[in-house]
């Protein structure tokens, strides 16, 4: 039937209404992660200033890998006060700063620098070759500290505003080579991403753009390696800004409408979430502005302080979901991490790093908040590299109301003989199941009556009948799920094989 949707022995998330035919007394809702601890800070001094997500985590060679972006106490107009620099881990808490010894900082060879004045995130591609195995999208300031620096554009050049972005390769990880053809030559900023996407078959790079204030960008690439990705002329040459390009980027992910007047949304962090079928999550920052006052008066005595800084405004983190990387929304737009008391050590922003480490039960995650909000000077070291925990497959899920609720899917196929599901009960909740045919009537066996209830907290509960152990008699066949809950929250669920289940 055409109308059916194939889900082999995928996991499926509740990412939006696609499993809600019919529904009752269901919504859904973003799970904010727990807060864990500090597991990188300032520490070294070409990263004593602070020491920022905008960088990746990930699991490579059984050791765990981050490339973080390192900040120093030099003049931040010098080209090497900020770095990327790299770190490794065993458990994905305790972080080592190995001596790379790739380059002199202020005289100081042992240190873990791997790309000098450097910024931007970086991937294992799975298809390029050993010498390109690691690829980043980086913004490249040029310095005396890299030779290979030499050249590129970042900060003002000609009177114009020109942040140029390129394709750096490496073998290993911690050599580097910038191609010397930009990717682009636009006006990017922060935290610009490029990963393979196994969906598509392609590369998909998400980046800063410009629409209403910061917004986000997205391209297909085929071949990364084949510079640039977008044509290098055609700019305004009066313009201070080189914008001018943006209708040649897909519009991914923008402030609109709902959100305040005076916000936009700063980076994309986008991941395709391995673990479940057509899901993808941006972990994107809203930027709320504040309007600039009078800052003649330092002291601020009896006025409002917020006005103070120039492009100042606190930060958090958002939730936005998609199922093919390319539409996206924001179900819940309460923050995903949201910003600790004022005065504290998350405070005034949070920015989400990129990469998710699979640990057990949980997804972890690492951020890096500050007390300041975004235009305050830092002052002092801020405090690093937070650990995020979140349970799997919990981000986003299917809540039924505490009176009682039920869901019908639409039709579907699928190939396991055991229907499990993720879902917290805790006491007084429950889940039973039924499976219906095209007709939407009852298949002998497996009705309401004669399903067994789930309760309690389980990742991949199995569903029961009183004489069914399960479903395998229906592989290949249309039906639909029909869901009965109370009290509890449904984040997934898939069919599997037995010897899985």
Same mark, same amino acid.
């Given at each position: 039937?055409?109308?059916?949707?194939?889900?082999?022995?995928?996991?499926?998330?509740?990412?939006?209404?696609?499993?809600?035919?019919?529904?009752?007394?269901?919504?859904?809702?973003?799970?904010?992660?727990?807060?864990?601890?500090?597991?990188?800070?300032?520490?070294?001094?070409?990263?004593?200033?602070?020491?920022?997500?905008?960088?990746?985590?990930?699991?490579?060679?059984?050791?765990?890998?981050?490339?973080?972006?390192?900040?120093?106490?030099?003049?931040?107009?010098?080209?090497?006060?900020?770095?990327?620099?790299?770190?490794?881990?065993?458990?994905?808490?305790?972080?080592?700063?190995?001596?790379?010894?790739?380059?002199?900082?202020?005289?100081?060879?042992?240190?873990?620098?791997?790309?000098?004045?450097?910024?931007?995130?970086?991937?294992?591609?799975?298809?390029?070759?050993?010498?390109?195995?690691?690829?980043?999208?980086?913004?490249?300031?040029?310095?005396?500290?890299?030779?290979?620096?030499?050249?590129?554009?970042?900060?003002?050049?000609?009177?114009?505003?020109?942040?140029?972005?390129?394709?750096?390769?490496?073998?290993?990880?911690?050599?580097?080579?910038?191609?010397?053809?930009?990717?682009?030559?636009?006006?990017?900023?922060?935290?610009?991403?490029?990963?393979?996407?196994?969906?598509?078959?392609?590369?998909?790079?998400?980046?800063?753009?410009?629409?209403?204030?910061?917004?986000?960008?997205?391209?297909?690439?085929?071949?990364? &390696?084949? +510079?640039?990705? !977008?044509?290098?002329?055609? =700019?305004?040459?009066?313009?201070?800004? %080189? /914008?001018?390009?943006? #209708?040649?980027?897909?519009?991914?992910?923008?402030?609109?409408?709902?959100?305040?007047?005076?916000?936009?949304?700063?980076?994309?962090?986008?991941?395709?979430?391995?673990?479940?079928?057509?899901?993808?999550?941006?972990?994107?920052?809203?930027?709320?502005?504040?309007?600039?006052?009078?800052?003649?008066?330092?002291?601020?005595?009896?006025?409002?302080?917020?006005?103070?800084?120039?492009?100042?405004?606190?930060?958090?983190?958002?939730?936005?979901?998609?199922?093919?990387?390319?539409?996206?929304?924001?179900?819940?737009r309460r923050p995903y991490v949201g910003?600790?008391?004022?005065?504290?050590y998350d405070g005034g922003q949070s920015? &989400?790093? +990129?990469?998710? !480490?699979?640990?057990?039960? =949980?997804?972890?995650?690492?951020?890096? %908040? /500050?007390?300041?909000? #975004?235009?305050?000077?830092?002052?002092?070291?801020?405090?690093?590299?937070?650990?995020?925990?979140?349970?799997?497959?919990?981000?986003?899920?299917?809540?039924?109301?505490?009176?009682?609720?039920?869901?019908?899917?639409?039709?579907?196929?699928?190939?396991?003989?055991?229907?499990?599901?993720?879902?917290?009960?805790?006491?007084?909740?429950?889940?039973?199941?039924?499976?219906?045919?095209?007709?939407?009537?009852?298949?002998?066996?497996?009705?309401?009556?004669?399903?067994?209830?789930?309760?309690?907290?389980?990742?991949?509960?199995?569903?029961?009948?009183?004489?069914?152990?399960?479903?395998?008699?229906?592989?290949?066949?249309?039906?639909? +799920?029909?869901?009965?809950?109370?009290?509890?929250?449904?984040?997934?669920?898939?069919?599997?094989?037995?010897?899985?289940?």
């Amino acid at each position: 039937m055409s109308n059916t949707i194939d889900i082999g022995n995928g996991k499926q998330l509740f990412l939006d209404d696609r499993w809600f035919a019919d529904q009752r007394g269901m919504t859904l809702s973003v799970n904010p992660p727990i807060k864990d601890q500090i597991v990188l800070a300032p520490g070294k001094k070409w990263d004593e200033l602070a020491v920022y997500a905008y960088g990746t985590v990930l699991e490579h060679d059984g050791k765990f890998k981050m490339w973080y972006d390192g900040v120093s106490r030099l003049d931040n107009e010098l080209p090497q006060y900020r770095n990327i620099c790299y770190a490794e881990s065993d458990d994905g808490i305790h972080w080592e700063r190995p001596n790379v010894g790739r380059y002199e900082w202020e005289g100081i060879r042992l240190n873990n620098i791997v790309l000098p004045g450097c910024n931007g995130g970086i991937m294992v591609d799975p298809n390029g070759p050993d010498e390109h195995r690691f690829k980043g999208l980086i913004l490249v300031k040029e310095n005396s500290v890299w030779p290979g620096s030499k050249g590129a554009i970042c900060g003002l050049h000609g009177g114009r505003w020109r942040l140029e972005l390129y394709l750096c390769t490496s073998p290993d990880g911690y050599n580097w080579t910038r191609h010397p053809t930009p990717v682009s030559d636009y006006f990017h900023d922060t935290q610009n991403q490029l990963f393979y996407d196994t969906r598509l078959g392609k590369y998909a790079a998400y980046f800063r753009t410009h629409s209403r204030g910061r917004t986000v960008g997205r391209l297909e690439v085929d071949d990364p &390696m084949d +510079l640039p990705w !977008i044509p290098l002329d055609g =700019e305004d040459p009066e313009a201070v800004f %080189p /914008t001018g390009k943006k #209708h040649l980027f897909q519009l991914a992910l923008t402030a609109d409408e709902s959100d305040p007047a005076d916000a936009d949304l700063y980076t994309a962090c986008v991941h395709q979430y391995p673990w479940a079928d057509d899901a993808y999550f941006s972990f994107t920052t809203p930027y709320r502005h504040y309007p600039v006052g009078d800052t003649s008066d330092t002291t601020l005595t009896g006025k409002d302080p917020r006005g103070r800084h120039n492009n100042d405004g606190p930060v958090d983190i958002q939730l936005a979901v998609s199922r093919d990387g390319i539409a996206w929304t924001r179900p819940d737009r309460r923050p995903y991490v949201g910003l600790g008391l004022a005065g504290e050590y998350d405070g005034g922003q949070s920015y &989400m790093g +990129l990469g998710m !480490i699979r640990m057990g039960n =949980e997804v972890w995650m690492y951020d890096s %908040p /500050t007390k300041r909000t #975004h235009g305050v000077p830092p002052g002092q070291p801020e405090a690093g590299l937070r650990l995020l925990r979140q349970r799997l497959d919990g981000f986003i899920s299917a809540d039924a109301a505490y009176e009682g609720a039920e869901f019908t899917t639409p039709m579907l196929t699928f190939s396991g003989s055991e229907l499990q599901l993720n879902v917290d009960c805790s006491a007084l909740g429950q889940v039973w199941v039924e499976i219906r045919n095209e007709d939407n009537h009852v298949i002998d066996g497996y009705s309401l009556d004669e399903s067994i209830d789930i309760d309690r907290n389980h990742i991949a509960a199995p569903v029961r009948w009183h004489e069914k152990d399960d479903v395998g008699e229906l592989i290949g066949r249309p039906v639909r +799920l029909h869901f009965k809950l109370r009290a509890c929250k449904l984040y997934a669920f898939q069919f599997v094989d037995g010897e899985e289940g």
